[in-house]
């Protein structure tokens, strides 16, 4: 992982820790929520301050072992939380949050399509909870999530276009790998690649792991990763490391 990736991930982990630790001592002072579901399984008042501990526990660990990973699970425990105690609005935006920052971040590159449509299972069930503030506050929790989607979903259109301009010809009509639509299944073993080169690929597509960090896994120099992706490059019909990403990102890379 980056440095500045790194660095960037802790601010918003100690600024979510203040956050959830805020969250749990105002929780402790309230008497719950009387008409959540959550109240037939335990008093609302324990079960929200403490799942905001829990949270602000991860949050913590996130700071001393920055993990994305972590991120994810404490946005989606706060938002089915949040959807289901009568914050609805604000569970709804650590869901979309959660998704974004899966997407962006390339977690679970591998499964991403199945991840998330697990996630919005979990969303779309958890607000079936504000059932029990009436039909119509269910229906208005509902559409508001829905327009989240199709906002955020326009914004990222937006940038798309905005910013194809700045991706190389060589990644958008790539003669290299044909027949294959974005976002299904690559697999290095159809190319002209040795199983070292696989191995580096993946290192750098799934751990984002730089040429020293691959060095370090597989016990060989620098110059070594170096000249094999230099290869690997003309396999592909690229001219650097920042455009090979940007190629295969675009699939569902395995061996």
Known sequence: MKENSVKSERVVSIVGFVFLITAAVAGFTFNGDKTSFLEYIAPTKYIIPYTHVICAVLAFISIIFPSLFIMVAIFM????????????????????????????????????????????????????GTLSRGFVYAMVSYAYSIFCMVFYLWIYSILKRKFSCYIPSNITDNSKIPGIRKG?????????????????????????????????????????????????????????LFELRLLLLQYQVKA
């Open 77 to 128: 425990i706060e938002s089915v939380l949040t959807v289901m105690t009568h914050y609805d609005m604000l569970g709804i935006f650590f869901f979309y949050a959660a998704v974004i920052l899966l997407l962006v971040k390339d977690i679970f590159t591998k499964d991403h399509k199945h991840v998330i449509i697990v996630l919005f299972i979990i969303h779309y069930l958890s607000l079936l």
């Open 184 to 240: 299904d299944v690559l697999k290095l073993s159809d190319f002209e690649l040795t199983e070292t080169q696989i191995q580096f690929v993946l290192a750098n597509i799934h751990e984002n792991l730089s040429f020293k960090d691959i060095s370090e896994k597989y016990f060989v120099s620098v110059s070594v990763v170096k000249h094999e992706f230099v290869k690997i490059y003309k396999i592909f019909s690229v001219d650097n």
